[in-house]
């Protein structure tokens, strides 16, 4: 029996699958799967929201494969409920002392309330990045291995608020950068065991993309769009990198112009046509856009990525950046 | 007995294991096939985590190890055969809704119980509420919302400042009683119209004045206002209509949209009708200051028979119900005042202001 073992034995029975990525998610599956969701959603009046979620999220990780195996979401309706009613609760207190603000009458109070009320919002969203990421990479694993955050919270506050000047002293011009800072430091600090990863975007390469689909959709009667979207696409996945013992890897998005003008008008038609109804298979038929048109340059040693000490913490505010609606990655 | 081919993976590192797997009672039996000693080793059932979502294409099960170990099979017969195996572990109960995967049945019979219980809670409780809520709110938060409501309202119109005094006065008269009852305002505008705002306020577009041959039409028109004021109509009507809004703002999670609602019903409320009971009490309560105060009712009757020709006269096409609407009330006024009969009595007071009102 100890002879059995041979490297050649091993390749012979067991060849090593193409490192892609693909979506083998179906809307009738994701539809059967939200509509109850939506029912029990509104029947207790938002409170099952948190469990609808994860099962959402659950359901999309177990259908996206990379390399032959799927990706898996750990998280539970319990640590998403905790985050979610944490947000409920700080931003019931924001509109609270907004409406107080505006239903005194007096115009000083009216600003004072306006301006708390985006300082407030403001201040929230690095909170809001920081806990969704270190919440949402900790419980997803790929082969039983997880995936981290190491960034820091008062790093995160640094980048947004010297981000946040700099753009509204420049009118907006340095919100590229600003962005694409951002990206590096989040993307910099997601690790997979013993790979980690990098955005080599520049800020002055995304601000020349957003000046040249401004103005040629502009030209075109926004025709253009959807090569601007695809340019974006292009920047923000193309830029991403995975190190591994000093190996690099890129991320390659192959999608076009016609694909994006495809998926965006057969989208809004089954959201018409069905009125909404239809989102799962809009879901379905994005993430199988973006997933599937994205490829390694490059391999990857998927024998050899080592678990890494897995933290646990909580889900407080994975729900405050759902709510806001911040899409990072 | 089945065996399976699947790959192990240890928690430690990517790197997956062939094995081979065996079903037996309680126990996946796995067995590594290679390695520098060929292994046998057991996985509990009960030890097995659930996964809401495996497929055909591949079943992946996750063990309750330290660290947690997983095993993935591309055998599109070990899911059938997990399922006859082990009929009871979690990790075979799918999550898949039964709406596709089987019987729609309880998924329908749930969705029908619950579009009848939103058709319920917005024909019938959401009124009761809104009704409930605008009887019990206490007179001097009324006066505020009135305040703000006739003051966006009153805004862009022109107020006719002598006839508005002159008719506060009939008003006061009419109602017999020392204090303002009721805020009375006369404005400019093309249609014969009047309305009752909350917080105490009558509105009479002027056209409606010329409408009236004498000072019963006009008594009978701010009796019925009146009432509406007494019953807290117009309250009830906003609190129905500010409830339509506020169930839309918060499906579309407008949250600044609520903050104008107020405002923009203001104008809204011209334009509301009161449904036929609300009509009909604010008639009868009418009919009773008119008996109270020795009020020819019949003004009452002949103020509907002249804005039911108004109405016919109109090129704009009115809606279809309106004329059958004043034919019922006129009907039912009449057969109140033969019920009820009394003697009037001549009122000068009402008489001279009806005159100035007039001029
Ligand atoms: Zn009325």
């Known amino acids: 029996m100890v002879n059995n073992y041979s490297e050649t034995s091993v390749s012979e029975n067991y060849s090593a699958p193409e490192q892609t990525l693909e979506f083998k998610g179906k809307g009738t599956e994701l539809f059967g799967i939200q509509l109850p969701n939506w029912v029990l959603t509104l029947v207790t009046c938002g409170l099952y929201y948190p469990w609808a979620k994860v099962e959402i999220l659950k359901y999309v990780y177990s259908k996206t494969e990379f390399a032959g195996s799927r990706f898996k979401f750990h998280g539970t309706g319990k640590e998403m409920f905790k985050g979610f009613i944490k947000a409920i609760g700080i931003f019931a207190v924001l509109i609270g002392f907004f409406l107080f603000c505006s239903l005194s009458g007096k115009p000083e109070l009216i600003l004072v309330g306006m301006l708390g009320f985006y300082a407030g919002l403001g201040l929230i969203i690095p909170v809001a990045i920081h806990g969704r990421m270190r919440y949402r990479l900790s419980r997803t694993s790929w082969r039983g291995i997880h995936f981290g955050y190491t960034g820091s919270l008062k790093q995160l506050y640094i980048e947004c608020i010297k981000g946040a000047f700099l753009t509204a002293i420049t009118f907006g011009i340095y919100g590229s950068w600003f962005v694409v800072n951002l990206r590096k430091y989040i993307i910099g600090n997601i690790r997979f065991g013993n790979i980690r990863f990098s955005f080599d975007g520049e800020g002055g390469e995304l601000f020349i993309t957003h000046l040249k689909g401004y103005f040629l959709s502009v030209f075109t009667l926004g025709i253009y769009l959807f090569w601007y979207m695809r340019d974006l696409h292009f920047f923000y996945v193309n830029n991403i990198l995975a190190e591994q013992n000093g190996r690099l890897v890129r991320l390659d998005a192959n999608v076009t112009g016609t694909g994006y003008l495809k998926l965006i008008v057969g989208n809004v038609l089954i959201m018409v046509f069905t009125l909404g109804l239809g989102i799962p298979f809009v879901t379905v038929r994005t993430l199988n856009f973006v997933i599937s048109n994205t490829q390694l340059i490059g391999t990857l040693d998927l024998e050899n990525i080592e678990q890494a000490e897995a933290d646990r913490i909580g889900a407080t505010f994975e729900d405050v950046s759902d709510l806001l609606n911040l899409d990072l990655v | ?359």
């Open chain 2, 1 to 359: 007995m089945a065996v399976f081919q699947g790959l192990f993976f240890d928690g430690k590192t990517s790197s997956g294991q062939p094995v081979e797997i065996k079903l037996s009672p309680g126990l996946l039996v796995l067995t590594k096939k290679y390695g520098p000693e060929p292994s046998e080793f057991g996985w509990k059932i009960a030890r097995i985590s659930r996964n809401d979502f495996n497929d055909r294409e591949q079943v992946v099960l996750e063990y309750a190890s330290e660290p947690r170990e997983v095993l993935e099979v591309n055998d599109p017969a070990f899911s059938g055969a997990l399922q006859a195996a082990y009929p009871h572990a979690p990790f075979v109960k799918l999550k898949y809704s039964s709406f596709v995967s089987g019987n729609p049945l309880p998924l329908i019979g749930v969705l029908v119980g619950f579009i009848a219980l939103i058709a319920a809670a917005y024909f019938w409780l959401i009124p009761k509420l809104t009704d409930v809520a605008a009887e019990n709110m206490p007179t001097i938060t009324e006066a505020q919302i009135g305040e703000a409501l006739i003051g966006a309202m009153l805004k862009d119109e022109a107020i006719d400042s002598a006839k508005t005094v002159y008719a506060q006065k009939f008003f006061n008269h009419l109602h017999g009683k020392s204090e303002n009852v009721a805020t009375i305002t006369v404005i400019d505008e093309k249609q014969a119209n009047a309305f009752a705002v909350p917080g105490g306020n009558i509105v009479i577009f002027k056209p409606i004045i010329a409408l009236t041959d004498n000072y019963a039409e006009l008594a009978g028109l701010l009796a019925h206002e009146n009432a509406h004021l007494q019953h807290r109509h117009s309250l009830k009507l906003l609190f129905r209509n500010l409830s339509t809004y506020f169930l839309a703002s918060l499906l579309f999670g407008d949250v600044n949209g609520l903050m104008a609602i107020l405002i923009e019903n203001a104008e809204n409320l011209k334009e509301l009708e009161y449904n036929r009971d609300l009509e009909k009490e604010a008639d009868m309560s009418g009919l009773e200051l008119l008996r109270a105060r020795k009020i020819d009712p019949n003004g009452m009757v002949n103020l509907f028979s002249a804005l039911k020709d108004e109405h016919g006269k109109s090129a704009i096409p009115e809606f279809l119900s309106t004329h059958p609407v004043f034919d019922s009330r006129i009907e039912y006024l009449k057969a109140e005042i033969v019920k009820k009969p009394y003697q009037t009595q001549p009122n000068d007071s009402l008489e001279y202001y009806f005159r100035k009102l007039k001029e």
